[in-house]
């Protein structure tokens, strides 16, 4: 019989209805999403109020809660806008607003002052101190600096009369201070605290010779580039990843660990909240599995999954398999049509000739044999194969299936 836990709540990242509704089926406990401004996701779709106003009743009906970004930092001839936004959202039913601008926090306060706030990472908040700073201010739950470390978010808990506190634990770091790097806007003019980064740290380059001395250490060389024939991320940050750690961030009173990956894929999003929310209740349970979670977290991968700042020294806990994941997400349940009846979004080329997994809540991965299903493409006469962006028929008596299941390769 497990021991009995406070567990943390699980906050998932939603950049549209479809991403939205999949974090809701694999088991979100709140989920954080912005409008077409303000929110450093420029490049998501985000949310109008008509959108917003059924992003929340999807989230009622999910028994989970909602949050809403205005985190950029505010230019001054974006104020009143920002005014106006404050305003309108003043009257929708959020559990709180996102905000790191000192001045949209204030305004906030006059503006909605029912509304619960939370300080984002923009803000950088590294302190017991900074922490108190913005309860004083009316904030609600402050999400800590990636740069901190184990022993200082420890030391960050135990502050007794502070707020409610909130960590990332998986996702894309930034190589410089979050949103406030300025290799974007140096190179490509678009600015990360806008939301538009182009993330030049994960460009490829292809190094020239070249060795630098720092003026106190002559003699020594401090940074050093060689040329090569091929490309290669030079600045680019590894994924964090501390699945590992929820026992100790469970232990240490955090109040919510946040997923990255508003621009992330569907079936990324799914799977990686899927793994920790059961690792979750795994840990309630004493069964926590960790060989697993990162097993499943690596297939899915672009980049190696490490410690980043939580551990005195980085440590890479896994890598990606390949470039080309060997089981590929090959569609969403849409809708149930029929008995046997489903209809699906195909997110890469589905011959029906192959084998399927169907990708449960509480990383359940079972069987679903070719000859056991048939796949026929919308509008057009069955073939053996149907292409990524298309909608198609997927026919099978399996009473597994459920709308919102992901389906990959087995």
Known sequence: ?????????????????????????????????????????????????????????????????IYFCLNALISESSLDACRGYIHELSGMDLDGLIVSDPGLVRQAR??????PLHLSTQAGTYNSEAALFWRDCGVKR????????????????????????????????????????????????RSANFGQCTHPCRFDYRPRALALEESTRPGKISWQLWEEEKFSRILSAEDLCLV??????????????????RMKSVAYLGITVDVYKTALKDLCAG?????????????????????????????IFARSESPTPSKRILARVDEQLDRDQWLVQ?????????????????????????GHYSLEGIGKSPGP?????LNAILRTRDERLAKGVLLREA
Not at 244 to 255: A, C, G, V
Not at 353 to 369: H, I, K
């Open 110 to 115: 006059k503006l909605a002052p029912h509304m």
């Open 1 to 65: 019989m497990g021991v009995k836990r406070s567990v943390p709540e699980l906050l998932c990242p939603a950049g549209d209805l479809e991403r939205l509704q999949t974090v809701l089926f694999y088991g979100a406990d709140a989920v954080y999403l912005g409008g077409h401004r303000f929110n450093l996701r420029a490049r998501t779709r985000g949310f109008d109020l008509a959108e917003l106003s059924r992003a929340i009743s999807m989230v009622r009906r999910a028994k989970a809660r």
């Open 244 to 261: 590992k750690f929820l026992r100790w961030i469970t232990k240490n009173r955090i109040h919510c660990l946040k997923i990255e990956g």
């Open 142 to 189: 402050v999400n800590l600096a990636r740069e901190l470390s184990l022993k200082e978010i420890k030391a960050l808990a135990r502050q007794p009369d502070g707020p409610e506190l909130e960590m990332f634990v998986h996702g894309a770091m930034c190589m410089a201070v979050s949103g406030l790097c300025l290799l974007s806007a140096h190179l490509n003019r």
């Open 385 to 389: 194969v149907v292409h990524s962006g």
């Open 346 to 370: 195909v997110k890469s080329a589905w011959n029906s000739s192959m084998d399927l997994e169907l990708v449960l809540p509480g990383l359940l991965r079972p069987y679903l044999a070719q």
């Open 287 to 315: 069964k926590f599995r960790p060989g697993l979670y990162l097993k499943e977290l690596a297939r899915i991968s672009s980049r190696p999954l490490g410690s980043g700042f939580f551990l005195p020294e980085r440590k």
